[in-house]
């Protein structure tokens, strides 16, 4: 059932007024997103976030609820600016309905407008609906060894 919910896209910017609404909702999302792994932010943080040249963060509103988000994190490599997809997610009542595909499209409208010549992510194999919808939208796999070196526990 596609596009039942009428939906809105909006990037949170120093102009959005953060209500404790909309981060009790970007909270549920970051629940949706890593449950029981206790992940959450608060106006402090999302103001320093929406702040920060490198980042934007697009947020889908259903109803006037944030009901989905992708962040798009621009990174400046020695000849290029590339970008990174992250905190792709959709509130498990409007999954199905498009709006994963409908912000993904966005963000990459968005990074095309500003000249970025690739767009990388990763998403672990469990994933299966969001794998799928990165080669739907046709993100290939790429050969290389992701690695992690944690600094904090
Ligand atoms: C991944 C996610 C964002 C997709 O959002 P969504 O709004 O449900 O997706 P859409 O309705 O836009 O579907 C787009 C495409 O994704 C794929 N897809 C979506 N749900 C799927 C499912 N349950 N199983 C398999 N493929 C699925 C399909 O290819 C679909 O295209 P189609 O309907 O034309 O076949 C959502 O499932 C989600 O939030 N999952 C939990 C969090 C997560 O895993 N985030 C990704 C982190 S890397």
Redesign the pocket.
């Known amino acids: 059932m596609?596009n039942k919910s009428k939906s809105k896209i909006f990037r949170l910017t120093r102009e959005v007024v953060f209500t404790e609404n909309i981060v009790k909702d970007i909270n549920e999302l970051l629940e949706?997103?890593s449950p029981g792994k206790g992940k959450s932010i608060n106006i402090t943080r999302l103001q320093k976030l929406v702040g920060h040249p490198f980042l934007e963060i697009h947020v889908i509103e259903v109803a006037g609820k944030v009901s989905?988000m992708a962040s798009l994190h621009l990174m400046e490599v020695m000849d290029k600016t590339v970008a990174r997809i992250e905190?792709?997610?959709?509130?498990?009542k409007?999954?199905?309905?498009?709006?994963?595909?409908?912000i993904m499209s966005h963000v990459i409208g968005r990074a095309k407008k500003k000249g970025i010549v690739s767009i990388e992510?990763?998403?672990?194999p469990k994933?299966?609906?969001?794998n799928?919808?990165y080669?739907?939208l046709k993100f290939k796999p790429r050969e290389t060894n992701v690695y992690r070196l944690k600094l904090k526990k």
């Open positions: 596609k949706v997103l989905g905190d792709v997610v959709v509130h498990p409007h999954q199905g309905k498009g709006l994963g595909k409908k992510l990763t998403s672990n994933r299966a609906a969001a799928k919808l080669q739907k």
